[in-house]
Every structure is written in structure tokens, then in C-alpha cells.
T-cell receptor, first 117, second 110 residues
Framework: NAGVTQTPKFQVLKTGQSMTLQCAQD?????MSWYRQDPGMGLRLIHY???????DQGEVPNGYNVSRSTTEDFPLRLLSAAPSQTSVYFC????????????????FGSGTRLTVV | KNEVEQSPQNLTAQEGEFITINCSYS?????LHWLQQHPGGGIVSLFM???GKKKHGRLIATINIQEKHSSLHITASHPRDSAVYIC????????????FGTGTRLTIIP
């Protein structure tokens, strides 16, 4: 089925461990992004990419790295997990607006619930 | 003050009632999105607006650019509408970043 696939759905890490959250989409969307969702707060943008080879920081990038080697994949790496990174992580994609004022909806993955102990 | 404010934070209503959820923003925007987050956590895009009004089934979304305000209406509400509804704004056409509200938790009682 077309959509955004996130893995894993659940993960428990110890402080200091590293891991990669996977995100893949099969809709040929140019734009991909990672968000974290914490209780009482809106979704916050971590990193985003407007196309293969292009990434940029969002609102809360510290402690996370990303790369975009293909259009389909946009992994999020936690280099040294901290309890403050306990959160639910969402990946989303959409076609690029292309600067022409077109508005497209986002397709979200099902989320990854990460706990750092 | 958050750039995107939603009201109410929580809303409980009886099945069949007309529902209104509000979103106010304090910055210039190029587009506004309404999202629905199911109790299981999944997020679905409902509407994307840059002006006027859109309708899909029992859902209606409106935006007033001058007033910096958008509303999401649900007619003939049903328990399956119970979810968190999230408003998000995009600042500029050349910038894809979204700023999110904290959401409105809607519960529809049978």
C-alpha cells in the first residue's frame, strides 16, 4: 500500500545508546520531515528535506542527525540517546509546492514511540 | 504566546451535535492545515486551506486570512469523530515548515 512506513513502532533505549528510526515512502514525494510529539505540546519539527541530498534543521534538531540519499528514505539517527528524547516520533511526506503556491496535504507515518531510560 | 492557538483544548459533546473547533494564528501564512489524530496515534491530513472554505463529507473548514482565524466544523457528530484535531500553519510558499497548535481533544458521547 502506498504511504509512509515507519519502523520500529516501539523502542526502549538506554541512555547513551544510538539508534536509527527508519522512514520510507513510495509516493515519490520530494518533501519529507521528522516531528516529535510530547504531552501538552504541539508537534515540533526536528529535521526536514526538500529532496534527495538536501536536508535542513527544524525547530528542535539537537541530538538528531538525518540524511537523504534517496527520494524514498529519510532515516533519523539518535547518536547518544538521552531521557529528554523520550517522545513519539512521526515522519511525514508530501509533494513539493514548487514555489507556485500549490498546497498539498501531508501523509504521516504511524509513529514510533521511543522511551529512553 | 504560541504562534498557533486552538480552542477549546477539550470538547465533549453528544452524538449529533454540531461541533466547532477554532484556530487562531499570529503570523502571516501561506496555508493552513487541519489534521486528525486518532486515539491509536495515527495522523491524517483533513484539509489544506489558503483561502475560503472547503467541505468533505460532514467536515467543513473555513479560513479568514484578515482575521488570522480558521474553524473546523463537524455536522451530525458521531462517536467515530472522537479524536484530537490539530491545526498547523505554513509561513511562506518557499518554506515548507509547519507550526502546530497543541490540538483539541474531541469526545463524542453516544
Amino acid at each position: 500500500n502506498a504511504g509512509v512506513t515507519q519502523t520500529p513502532k516501539f523502542q526502549v533505549l538506554k541512555t547513551g545508546q544510538s539508534m536509527t528510526l527508519q522512514c520510507a515512502q513510495d509516493m515519490n514525494h520530494e518533501y519529507m520531515s521528522w516531528y516529535r510529539q510530547d504531552p501538552g505540546m504541539g508537534l515540533r519539527l526536528i529535521h526536514y528535506s526538500v529532496g534527495a541530498g538536501i536536508t535542513d534543521q527544524g525547530e528542535v534538531p539537537n541530538g538528531y542527525n538525518v540524511s537523504r540519499s534517496t527520494t524514498e528514505d529519510f532515516p533519523l539517527r539518535l547518536l547518544s540517546a538521552a531521557p529528554s528524547q523520550t517522545s513519539v516520533y512521526f515522519c511525514a511526506s508530501k509533494p513539493s509546492s514548487g514555489g507556485w503556491g500549490r498546497v498539498y496535504g501531508y501523509t504521516f507515518g504511524s509513529g514510533t514511540r521511543l522511551t529512553v531510560v | 504566546k504560541n504562534e498557533v492557538e486552538q480552542s477549546p483544548q477539550n470538547l465533549t459533546a453528544q452524538e449529533g451535535e454540531f461541533i466547532t473547533i477554532n484556530c487562531s494564528y499570529s503570523v502571516g501564512i501561506s496555508a493552513l492545515h487541519w489534521l486528525q489524530q486518532h486515539p491509536g496515534g495515527g495522523i491524517v491530513s483533513l484539509f489544506m486551506l489558503s483561502s475560503g472554505k472547503k467541505k468533505h463529507g460532514r467536515l467543513i473548514a473555513t479560513i479568514n486570512i484578515q482575521e488570522k482565524h480558521s474553524s473546523l466544523h463537524i455536522t451530525a457528530s458521531h462517536p467515530r469523530d472522537s479524536a484530537v484535531y490539530i491545526c498547523a500553519v505554513r509561513r511562506n510558499f518557499g518554506n515548507e515548515k509547519l507550526t502546530f497548535g497543541t490540538g483539541t481533544r474531541l469526545t463524542i458521547i453516544p
